[in-house]
């Protein structure tokens, strides 16, 4: 036998394979930067006030707080509708509720809901790849084919309305709604909820969320939790009744704060907190004729129901390390209709082919120095089709309409809601830097301000319409509708 002879490989060659080596373990050791996951927490009724770093007395919010304090939190924050339904289908969609043809709160059986041909935040989310939950309320149509699974969502829990449109809350007389079914997918998995099973569910949507984020740690998601809580009527589970020492609603959002923890925790316990946007507000602001069962609106004029300021704007605080700079606070007016197309920008997604009224305002919620507001303005409307105030800046221009308000009224007590009283509100324009509680009319002052603001409002009219000065739309679609 002969030996073998040497194969000599040129030394360039030699080069190449082990670069092609190297570049290989690297791409195994560092893999792309995955996509951000999304956690959007959106409470119900919970007032400006009822935040501890938004100025809460009487019981503390340690999980909301830290979420601050690793976050940023934004002080002018508003909602497009002053109530459920309308405000819930401007966060989803990006568009004001009139623009596809939702106001009010739907109730069981409405024959319209948020139409199909929407493109809400869980279809953005699934046609990037992601997987897509929601626990809590909906709200937004309750038959099974409206319900979150037709609107993009993988996965859904809880309740389809309000839980006081439930035969059992004390202020419905007996026979006034049908019974109050909690649903699972699209199917309802109990047909009449109890009170003691409404004890449970702000404590079951935390561990849907929990769970959700634990099944799908290894891929992008986004996850969608909706409280029923702090709406009337008030529950709340045995671990934390009568331990806040400031009565029912108290111990309400005490839970609520530590469900926001226990999803915070789960995201740190999978080490995914460092690549997680978490968001954090209400739908609106509380519902002040419940009295002690009631939140606080942080002083801000009225609450729930008027397109005041103690209506539309709500807490909001938002998180991503190393992306939001921690610790921080935005003083810029801010919608939840910017929230949708945001959140586009982040996954490189394609807005819809359709209008839609939010834009991007990524550069202020990541603190970008000199970055603006790119809204000519903000449009308040309410009831059907009101166009009830328009902001811009410091300056809101209230229009004359008919609002409810507790001023001078009596408040409920422990469940029960005292009666509002008609207020004729007029034309008025309020700085609200220097007049957070809308108190002093200021036209007469800054007249040119007011023909700006006029003007301004002029546009929303051509467009959305406004039954206040009988103009009809033109630019809204129709909601879906329902046999």
């Keep these: 036998m002969h030996a073998a002879t040497p194969v000599r490989i040129p030394a360039l060659v030699t080069v190449s394979v082990f670069a092609l080596l190297f570049a290989a373990q690297a791409l195994t050791a560092a893999p792309a930067t995955r996509p ?14 009822d935040v501890g770093v938004f100025g809460a007395k009487g019981y503390g919010t340690p999980n909301l707080d830290r979420l601050a304090r690793e976050g940023r939190r934004f002080t002018d924050f508003h909602v497009a509708q002053a109530v459920c339904s309308a405000s819930r289908a401007a966060l989803l969609t990006g568009c004001y509720p009139n623009r596809i043809g939702l106001s009010g709160a739907l109730g069981p059986g409405a024959k319209i809901a948020l139409s199909t041909s929407e493109v809400t935040l869980a279809k953005l989310f699934k046609k990037s790849g ?19 699974l037709q609107h993009g969502f993988d996965e859904y829990f809880g309740l389809p309305y309000s839980n006081d449109m439930w035969p059992r809350h004390p202020e419905m007389k007996q026979g006034g709604y ?3 079914p909690l649903i699972e997918g699209s199917k309802v998995v109990k047909e009449d909820l109890q009170p003691a099973d409404q004890e449970q569910l702000t404590t079951q949507y935390a561990e849907r969320g929990v769970r959700f984020i634990e099944r799908n740690k ?10 029923n809580m702090p709406h009337v009527p008030l529950h709340v589970s045995a671990k934390f009744k009568g331990k806040s020492g400031a009565g029912l609603y108290g111990d309400v959002i005490m839970e609520i704060d530590w469900a926001v923890g226990e999803i915070l925790s789960a995201l740190k316990r999978n080490g995914l907190e460092d690549n997680t946007l978490v968001i954090f507000s209400s739908d609106n602001g509380p519902w002040l004729s419940y009295g ?5 609106s942080g002083g801000f004029r009225e609450g729930k129901g008027t397109s005041f300021e103690g209506g539309h704007r709500v807490p909001c605080i938002m998180k991503w390390p190393g992306k939001i700079p921690a610790d921080s606070v935005c003083e810029v007016p801010l919608m939840t209709i910017d929230v949708f197309p945001t959140l586009a920008r982040l ?7 359709h209008r839609i009224d939010g834009m991007d305002v990524w550069p202020l ?3 970008e120095a000199g970055s603006s507001n790119p809204h000519e303005g903000y449009y308040h409307y309410y009831n059907r089709n009101d166009l009830q ?4 800046g410091d300056w809101k221009l209230m229009f004359a309409h008919t609002s409810r308000s507790m001023e001078g009224s009596e408040p409920g007590l422990d469940g029960l809601p005292g009666k509002y009283r008609q207020l004729k509100a007029g034309r008025a324009l309020y700085n609200l830097r220097e007049d957070r509680g809308e108190e002093r009319d200021v036209a007469n002052e800054h007249p040119k301000i007011v023909e700006r603001l006029e003007a301004l409002a002029e546009k929303a009219r051509a467009d959305l319409g406004d039954d206040l000065s009988g103009r009809s739309a033109t630019g809204s679609r129709p909601p879906g509708r329902l046999q």
């Design 347 to 353: 996954l490189g997604a394609d807005l819809p082919s």
């Design 130 to 148: 992601y997987a897509t939950g929601m626990a809590g309320k909906w709200h937004l149509g309750d038959r099974p084919e409206v319900l979150p």
């Design 178 to 180: 049908p019974p109050l």
């Design 389 to 392: 105030a328009v902001r811009q």
């Design 218 to 227: 290894d891929r992008p998601f986004f996850f969608y939790l909706a409280p």
């Design 36 to 49: 951000p996951n999304v956690v959007l927490i959106f409470t119900d009724d919970q007032g400006y006030g």
């Design 365 to 367: 919620i990541s603190g």
């Design 292 to 296: 002690n069962h009631a939140g606080s």
